[in-house]
């Protein structure tokens, strides 16, 4: 599977379709940024959320159904997700769905939030300590599943994509992490953040801009950049610029010493997606939260782990143990 060129034609190669659904979807956003101004009151009603929520718990059936959905919008379903692109898919659509899903989540919510400082709806048992506008969730749900849509631009990948994107966004209310304009306001976000993802790719397509560069100095900046940013003051901007350093420097290295290939029987795609994920599981929910979160560099460090053993050490393991074969794939056949 090659990785589709970048291109700024976000929805189809047909230029007639690609005119109707931009239009579309500039005249959606549109009506969203207006209600955000004219309803902003009553789009974070307490009253309204409240009685959503109640809902939600009045019925296990219903509370179980959003607790699963709202994981399609999390940072740990992304970083299972591209990682398995990774190791069985297509490496390079792998790193940089890894390295899209922090600076996403980053850029659209987390700073954003920090700056704005609004409060989450007051509801018994949801603690979060963050602020609430935009919503991550749902941002990280456009952003991402966008990503895909828009770079593979099959139509069942926009539907499930469109999907999604409802009922992350839907969940987030209904379990009362977020208001419905705190949603509202993620999607506009995240549909900024892809629109510039896109038009900047479009412009570097071709381009290379590391050439000449040597191994150590590629290493130095894909840590670098992201511990820079890290100390920015935001809540988890130490976890999602881990994430994008520990992809960055892990990629690096595996296209320089490793050259894994991502082919196999189905036994093995199975076996690499098994113990990749359980070593994901793991750093994040056993070792990370064990360190002292009020010193950024451990959890920078921690999270950052997760993504080289993604990148870097899981394909290591896996050509040693024979789940993997390294050297180059043959397009010809």
Request: overall charge positive.
């Amino acid at each position: 599977m090659e990785m589709p060129p970048i291109t700024q034609n976000y929805f189809s190669a047909m230029p007639s379709l690609e005119r109707t659904l931009r239009r579309l979807w500039a005249f959606l956003l549109a009506l969203i940024v207006l209600a955000l101004v004219f309803f902003w009151n009553e789009l974070r009603d307490p009253e309204s959320t409240y009685s959503l929520v109640s809902i939600t718990i009045s019925s296990p059936i219903v509370l179980n159904f959003f607790r699963s959905v709202t994981l399609l919008g999390s940072e740990g379903f992304f970083l299972v997700l591209f990682s398995v692109i990774y190791w069985s898919v297509n490496k390079i659509l792998g790193f940089w769905g890894l390295i899209v899903m922090p600076f996403s989540i980053f850029m659209t919510s987390e700073i954003p939030k920090d700056i704005i400082r609004l409060p989450r709806p007051d509801v018994r048992g949801v603690t979060v300590p963050t602020y609430t506008f935009p919503s991550g969730h749902t941002s990280g749900a456009v952003s991402v599943w966008g990503f895909l849509a828009m770079l593979l631009k099959r139509r069942w990948l926009w539907l499930l994509a469109a999907l999604i994107i409802v009922l992350v966004g839907l969940s987030r209310v209904m379990l009362g992490y977020h208001f419905p304009g705190d949603v509202l306001g993620g999607i506009v976000t995240g549909s900024i953040f892809l629109v510039f993802l896109f038009w900047f790719g479009s412009k570097a397509e071709g381009r290379n801009f590391t050439a000449g560069l040597s191994l150590k100095y590629l290493l130095a900046a894909a840590v670098a950049v992201p511990m820079a940013l890290s100390f920015i003051p935001a809540t988890y901007a130490p976890n999602l610029m881990g994430y994008a350093a520990g992809a960055g420097a892990g990629y690096l290295l595996e296209r320089e010493k490793l050259n894994y290939r991502p082919d196999g029987l189905w036994w093995q795609h199975l076996a690499r997606a098994l113990i990749g994920a359980l070593v994901i599981a793991v750093i994040t929910l056993e070792l990370a939260p064990r360190l002292p979160s009020s010193i950024n560099l451990f959890t920078f460090a921690a999270f950052g782990l997760s993504t080289f053993w993604s990148t870097y050490l899981a394909p290591l393991l896996f050509i040693k143990a024979g789940l993997a074969r390294a050297g180059k794939i043959n397009l010809e056949k």
